[in-house]
């Protein structure tokens, strides 16, 4: 049923618009290409997953939408605006570009001097955010995301599920266009798994837009519109959920999706 | 032999309540000093400018490998025959800055360099300056971090403030000096000095681990954060209908 709901939003928003837009994206790190004149786009309410082996360029691809990497080649659009462009930054704001783009980690990267809730107030209040109406999101965010009851810990008092949502609460502090997932469960148990997926499941419903790396096939295939296979710096192949993760049409991702003993 | 106390230590009290204070201005001011100074070495290291680091390493290394007695008699004396005549206070000061600020910027060095790089990347991916950065997510950290080294730097800087005796500066070690070359009772003068300066170092050092033990579990020290978190536990109880019924622990 969740499902249904996650894919009937992008025609309910009505739009076709897209939120981040790549085009001929290339990136090397010391003479090896892990990006290899890359397309994505990622439209407005529509939810992407980049799905592949690890080390195979899926985290340097997302980080190249909020250019924590710069880009070698190409073209970045974010929310309209090229941000990037043959090698050369052309955003003139980047605080700017990463408020609208929210991210959240594999390992969280909370801040650990301070509180949960802090956290969560932090960018807001650099970014301008008058100090009562910032901590009134604060407070709304955590309990959205279920640990309104832990807001004044610190994180290490945090189990990993609690820190992953806390995470997620600070990225949408900023109300951003769209949110950025980079294996936002591999460094979870199980239990904690199950805790931040369904934090994202009800954010899918809301009609967030987001693009996520993930190898958690069946979330990916529950929520996504549109889910890309990368491999080698390259996209292999990208199309409806369904259609690459159940009836591959490369033998490339065939292998990969036996490796993860996916028969169905 | 004679009793082991025979000097008339009531005549003396308003001195050493002198000295004593003079002990402490020196550590206060020079520690101070010695922060400001490390940390802007620290900062200078992990410069992008590769002349920055060298002029930084360079400062280090020579101010780390000199003693302190030789820095103290360069800038009294050493500085004076050159022609810059600096008053005692003033030249002790800067002697105990220039050393302690070199130890103190390896400290503050690794500290901001322990700080995870991840913490640096949350703070970009939300939008935060490079400014706001620092100042809110790795300095507060390295703070941390640094805590236990610098609070053993400033005991070891107030009980160096004994080795301005060789200037005259008027601390504790040179009062006891004057009282000894009154008196001549050395063991019970010094013995007496040595107690002042364990009375005035002990308690500091435990009061500084407490404080190390204070921020490690992230009591909320300025009134400003004190603010804001009461303000959020306000928020957090307002909420009528919580799904679990959660207690607030009040701190």
Redesign the interface.
Do not use: Y
């Given at each position: 049923m969740t499902e249904s709901v996650a894919s009937a939003t992008p025609a309910a928003r009505g739009s076709s618009q897209a939120v981040i837009r790549i085009e001929g994206l290339c990136k090397s790190f010391d003479g090896r290409l892990v990006l290899d004149r890359v397309n994505l786009e990622v439209g407005r309410g529509s939810i992407v997953s980049v799905i592949g082996q690890s080390g195979g360029g899926k985290t340097t691809l997302m980080r190249c939408v909020?250019l924590?990497e710069r880009p070698d080649q190409g073209t970045v659009e974010v929310a309209g605006e090229t941000v990037h462009q043959g090698g050369r930054m052309v955003c003139r704001d980047?605080?700017?570009?990463?408020?609208t783009?929210?991210?959240v980690?594999q390992?969280f990267?909370?801040?650990?001097?301070l509180?949960a809730?802090?956290n969560v107030?932090?960018?807001q209040r650099?970014?301008g955010v008058p100090?009562?109406q910032a901590?009134?999101r604060?407070?709304a965010l955590l309990?959205r995301v279920?640990v309104?009851?832990r807001?004044?810990a610190?994180p290490e008092q945090l189990s990993g599920g609690e820190q992953q949502r806390v995470a997620i609460a600070?990225?949408l502090?900023?109300r951003p266009e769209v949110l950025l997932f980079d294996e936002p469960t591999s460094s979870l148990d199980p239990e904690a798994t199950r805790e931040v997926l369904s934090v994202m499941r009800e954010l899918a419903a809301d009609g967030m837009t987001m693009l996520l790396v993930t190898h958690e096939l069946p979330f990916a295939r529950e929520v996504s519109d549109h889910v890309v296979f990368v491999d080698g710096g390259r996209i292999v192949e990208e199309g409806r959920p369904e259609d690459v993760l159940d009836t591959p049409a490369e033998a490339r991702t065939r292998e990969f999706l036996a490796s993860y003993g996916n028969a169905s | 032999m004679s009793g082991l106390f025979e000097v008339p230590w009531s005549d003396y009290r308003p001195d050493l309540i002198d000295a004593l204070g003079r002990t402490v201005s020196y550590t206060v001011v020079s520690f101070s000093g010695a922060v400001l100074l490390g940390l802007a070495v620290a900062l200078l290291r992990l410069s992008r400018a590769w002349p920055a680091r060298a002029l930084a390493a360079v400062y280090t290394e020579v101010f780390k490998n000199v003693p302190l007695l030789a820095i103290i008699f360069l800038t009294y004396f050493g500085l004076a025959s050159a022609g810059i005549r600096l008053d005692v206070f003033t030249a002790g000061c800067l002697s105990l800055v220039v050393f302690y600020a070199a130890y103190l910027s390896e400290i503050f060095r690794a500290a901001i360099s322990g700080v995870?790089a991840?913490?640096t990347?949350?703070?970009?991916?939300?939008?935060?300056?490079r400014t706001?950065i620092f100042g809110?997510?790795v300095l507060?950290?390295a703070l941390?971090l640094a805590l236990p080294g610098t609070n053993t730097m400033l005991v070891d800087l107030l009980k160096s403030t004994s080795l301005l005796v060789t200037v005259s500066a008027a601390e504790l070690m040179s009062e006891g000096r004057l009282i000894t070359s009154a008196t001549f009772r050395a063991l019970e003068v010094y013995l007496v000095i040595a107690a002042i300066y364990f009375a005035l170092c002990y308690p500091l050092s435990q009061l500084l681990l407490l404080l190390e033990r204070k921020v490690r579990?992230?009591v909320p020290l300025s009134p400003w954060?004190r603010r804001?978190?009461r303000?959020?536990?306000a928020?957090?109880a307002a909420?009528p209908a919580?799904?679990?019924p959660?207690k607030?622990?009040s701190a």
């Open positions: 909020n924590l980047l605080p700017r570009l990463r408020r783009v929210g991210m980690f390992r990267h909370l801040f650990p001097h509180t809730v802090e107030v932090l960018a650099k970014a100090e009562a901590l009134e604060a407070v309990r279920g309104a009851h807001a004044l610190q600070r990225a502090a900023l | 995870h991840g913490q990347e949350a703070g970009e991916a939300l939008g935060v300056g706001g809110h997510i507060p950290q941390r579990s992230g954060r804001r978190l303000a959020a536990r928020l957090l909420e919580a799904a679990v959660v607030e622990v």
